[in-house]
T-cell receptor, first 116, second 110 residues
Framework: GAVVSQHPSRVICKSGTSVKIECRSL??????MFWYRQFPKQSLMLMAT?????????EQGVEKDKFLINHASLTLSTLTVTSAHPEDSSFYIC????????????FGAGTRLSVL | RKEVEQDPGPFNVPEGATVAFNCTYS??????FFWYRQDCRKEPKLLMS???SGNEDGRFTAQLNRASQYISLLIRDSKLSDSATYLC???????????FGRGTSLIVHP
């Protein structure tokens, strides 16, 4: 299957700092990538859809000024959590579709963010 | 009714047992269906797509019931390594943005 690389896998930071997470599609071009957040024992919640060369589409309730998304190329999308606070602590996962039949999502390994 | 619903479990079964999960959905326009497996603190990984006619992959069988709007996953001869959370996902029409259920936890014990 397609490979999506995400890093860092783990971040521990102080409140108020910004954290950047990278998501790369390694063996295919992804015009669209997705960013999810997952709290313990909860489902994946879509935060935003990242479109190459254009602005991201944010889901209702997700602050676009807090979660900055940049999709600079067909293989790279970044999510920056600005001025992180303890309530932002979560598991952030990106995914991309290879564009084949069906809408199979290939996920990055996720980033576990802990804000102290 | 939530868009995608799953019984969170946990389903606690002995090795060798057969176990089945269902996932109900509310959008009748849903067209693509999947089962993902997620291990603790890991990303979801595609287990199998779900086809209208049903499909089987080794010990795993997935089925779609459009009339009752649910998909199912059957695991035969459970292994300890099957212990994980199983997420259903679906998307509709031209959208390729999937909606995930919260997952069903499976624990297979010796």
């Amino acid at each position: 299957g397609a490979v999506v690389s995400q890093h860092p896998s783990r971040v521990i930071c102080k409140s108020g700092t910004s954290v950047k997470i990278e998501c790369r599609s390694l063996d295919f071009q992804a015009t669209t990538m997705f960013w999810y957040r997952q709290f313990p024992k909860q489902s994946l919640m879509l935060m935003a859809t990242s479109n190459e060369g254009s602005k991201a589409t944010y889901e209702q309730g997700v602050e676009k000024d807090k979660f900055l998304i940049n999709h600079a190329s067909l293989t790279l999308s970044t999510l920056t959590v600005t001025s992180a606070h303890p309530e932002d602590s979560s598991f952030y996962i990106c995914s991309a579709s290879s564009g084949g039949s069906g809408n199979i999502q290939y996920f990055g390994a996720g980033t576990r963010l802990s804000v102290l | 009714r939530k868009e995608v619903e799953q019984d969170p479990g946990p389903f606690n079964v002995p090795e060798g047992a057969t176990v089945a999960f269902n996932c109900t959905y509310s959008n009748s326009a849903s067209q693509s269906f999947f089962w993902y497996r997620q291990d603790c603190r890991k990303e979801p990984k595609l287990l199998m797509s779900v086809y209208s006619s049903g499909n089987e992959d080794g010990r795993f069988t997935a089925q779609l019931n459009r009339a009752s709007q649910y998909i199912s996953l059957l695991i035969r001869d459970s292994k300890l390594s099957d212990s994980a959370t199983y997420l259903c996902a679906l998307s509709s029409g031209g959208s390729y943005i999937p909606t995930f259920g919260r997952g069903t936890s499976l624990i297979v014990h010796p």
